[in-house]
């Protein structure tokens, strides 16, 4: 399917993940077809062994419900598919220590630091979120991802919602999809500004450079808005308050460095390194040493799975960004002198 196409799926919120939750319209064509074989000709980018995984757990739903892999279709039905690409399925249990901002029964709240990889991959095999999860409660084994239903990049900090259990994992997955989920983080960028706005830009795979995201032209990429605000301007950076309204990967990152405010030490949007005219000694001693994009996730607020009651938690700004905020403080505050 083209992305123009009306019976293409929708993508919905993923929170900067690449954990997707789409919906597609049953073809009239494909009526009389098994759901996994209905599957796997709509959604022809995932095998149907593992779509067929999908529809047993839960994760592939027909009208809302759940339904069995030979259930045959009508045509015209919604589907809903909680995409998302294969983990280490053989993750180990490792005692990493987790920053629990909340904790109950259904759910983890957890405040990521910065380093953490969030799932296990290639190149992270050990020593990740997932690895902690399973240390800290094995039967989030048993759930999808480990009940992870969102990401966050390897070196931005902060909140995390996990789920514990089946009925935790649906729920959340659901509010994200709808954008229920209130997101806000910090980020510190290059450049003095005047005053917020909303970055209201599709985003899609960049056209030569596989591991970064870019904006792109309506229709060639997922819908994507940014809504931000200043918090403190200093003489050559702004610390920006932003809000998700929709959750792509790389998001904040890609939006701000569209709207030509790159985060200092995002190293993938960044661009060339550069020091502000006539920096005091301090300023240029820790703009040298931020090597990660200065990005902390620090509110995050959802309904609870099971009570139905709201959940707001926060998480505090990290030292290294504390640091280089203080830091950009003083270098302002000593050239109005």
């Not at 938690?313 to 000593?334: F, K, N, S």
Request: proline content about 7%; hydrophobic content about 40%.
């Amino acid at each position: 399917m083209t992305p123009t196409d009306p019976q293409a799926p929708a993508a919905v919120d993923s929170d900067e993940s690449d954990f997707e939750l789409q919906e597609a319209t049953v073809p009239v064509e494909l009526a009389g077809k098994r759901f996994d074989q209905a599957l796997a000709e709509m959604f022809p980018d995932f095998s149907r062994s593992r779509l067929t995984e999908w529809i047993k757990g839960g994760d592939a739903l027909l009208d809302g419900k759940p339904a069995r892999p030979r259930d045959a279709v009508r045509g015209g039905e919604t589907v809903s598919v909680a995409l998302r690409t294969e983990v280490e399925t053989t993750a180990g249990a490792e005692d990493i220590p987790l920053r629990i901002v909340y904790e109950d029964a259904d759910v983890l709240v957890i405040d990521k630091p910065a380093g953490l990889v969030v799932h296990p991959g290639a190149g992270n095999p050990r020593g990740t979120l997932v690895n902690a999860l399973l240390h800290f409660d094995p039967r989030m084994a048993e759930l999808p991802r480990a009940g992870i239903v969102h990401r966050l990049d390897k070196d931005t900090s902060g909140l995390m919602v996990v789920a514990r259990s089946l009925r935790a994992h649906a729920s959340l997955v659901q509010q994200l999809s709808e954008r229920e989920v209130h997101r806000q983080y910090v980020a510190v960028v290059v450049g003095p500004m005047i005053a917020g706005g909303t970055v209201n830009a599709p985003i899609g795979r960049h056209a030569t450079d596989r591991v970064r995201q870019a904006v792109v032209k309506e229709g060639a990429g997922r819908d994507a808005i940014t809504h931000y605000r200043v918090r403190e301007r200093f003489r050559a950076h702004t610390v920006l308050e932003c809000r998700l309204e929709t959750g792509r990967t790389h998001q904040i990152r890609v939006h701000m460095a569209h709207a030509k405010h790159p985060l200092i030490g995002d190293p993938l949007y960044g661009g060339s390194f550069k020091l502000p005219k006539a920096a005091t000694p301090e300023l240029v001693e820790v703009l040298r040493a931020f090597k990660r994009q200065a990005l902390h996730a620090e509110k995050l607020e959802f309904v609870h799975p099971n009570t139905g009651e709201p959940v707001t938690t926060t998480a505090p700004i990290p030292d290294d960004m504390q640091l280089l905020i203080a830091t950009l403080r003083a270098d302002t505050a000593a050239h109005k002198l």
